[in-house]
């Protein structure tokens, strides 16, 4: 299938590395190709520039945002929650009736660590892409565990813990949660609801960054413990 | 023990209901004790009025907040959110160097459902009720499972699952800790950090309130799966 990723960042890296080996023809998106492609040091978090990236996942090619957009059957969104909006209302044409899987949480870096968040409570970043793109059929997931455990989670306890959905379109959905079980292998997934519900999972956030202090790795996720 | 319920909603019975029955002298304090008992309806949940409850539970004493406040030597804090600080604030001599355990969260039901939080990303309830008692150990914690399972864990999944406690003072928590075990327990406990970080458990909560939703109960928790 093609595949549109969004973001150059680890998250979006690893997406694409993941899609690539199963055989997808993905492209990646940045707002400018030369300078990304330019960039020599490693980011915040010590991830290597893109260029390093790149040489061990050739098939994956690096376009222009609109390019990505267009290429894309499933978007893939891994942007900085920050410019997320901004970004996507510029290609609102290109994604029409498409289905963007909304990875990104709205965390703003700009005051310290931990981030806070620039939006919560009352609305939320999936509602707004939703809100920003009205014909794409918005899903949010795979927000609340770390990028190594989105794309394979099986890494994880055997993969015995959850992962969540939430968007307006039932059939988007499934598509979705059929896409995390069978390319990724997620074997719990549990559907909030509408993209409202979305203020649920970016909220756990604050929680994901102290439990990552309290634990020493942001490798864990939650399982859901029921009594049924 | 002299312990001190504030609180005579659902999860301030519960408590002191459980901390009774486990041979404490419980007190639970209340605004206007006539009034609580003159109370003839079901409250908004279905739960029935206190002196139906009370009937049930003679050994529980209902005193005015600083009556309940003087016997307490530990404080199970169960007030609804919205007022939890304006009543504390009158009773800080009465905790002064007391360990209050602070269950309630800052949940705003006036707007609908499912509630807002009243402060949270930049802030949080349990960091507002430490600074309107400076003088008094608050620890957040069972804020983010409902009540029958805050004093009965076992009762989900033979208890495996998690809880988790802030609080800047390092003794107190350790008593809270040693409470939470041996009096409910509860066997697996993340101590979070500073009171900071009731930030992160307060703001779950509409992630609960969605996960509500979706599965149909209140009877569930998180267990948190890592690799270690």
Redesign the interface.
């Known amino acids: 299938m093609n595949i549109a990723v969004l973001g150059t960042g680890i998250v979006g890296r690893t997406h694409a590395a993941k899609l690539a080996s199963l055989g997808h023809d993905v492209t990646i998106g940045t707002k400018d190709v030369k300078k990304t492609l330019a960039e020599t040091e490693p980011d915040a978090m010590g991830n290597p520039p893109f260029s390093i990236w790149q040489k061990e996942n050739k098939k994956v090619k690096l376009v222009p945002f609109a390019a990505a957009a267009k290429h894309g059957e499933i978007i893939f969104e891994a942007l900085h929650g920050m410019i997320a909006v901004e970004v996507l209302r510029t290609l609102e044409i290109d994604l029409d009736q498409k289905i963007l899987i909304n990875i990104s949480n709205p965390l703003d870096f700009s005051k310290g660590m931990p981030p806070?968040?620039t939006v919560?409570?009352?609305d939320s970043l999936g509602e707004q892409i939703q809100k920003a793109l009205p014909n794409t059929k918005v899903v949010k997931t795979l927000n609340t565990v770390g990028a190594l455990l989105q794309v394979n989670p099986g890494s994880?306890?055997d993969g015995?813990?959850h992962i969540f959905v939430s968007g307006n379109d039932t059939k988007a959905k499934t598509k979705v949660i059929e896409i995390l079980k069978e390319w990724y292998g997620w074997k719990h997934i549990?559907?909030?609801?509408y993209i409202t519900?979305a203020?649920?999972?970016e909220?756990?956030l604050?929680?994901?960054?102290?439990?990552w202090?309290?634990?020493g790795?942001g490798?864990?996720?939650?399982?859901?413990?029921?009594?049924?």
């Open positions: 806070t968040l919560s409570n009352t994880l306890a015995d813990h549990i559907d909030l609801g519900t203020r649920g999972t909220m756990t604050p929680m994901w960054l102290r439990l202090g309290a634990l790795t490798n864990f996720n939650y399982k859901i413990v029921t009594s049924d």
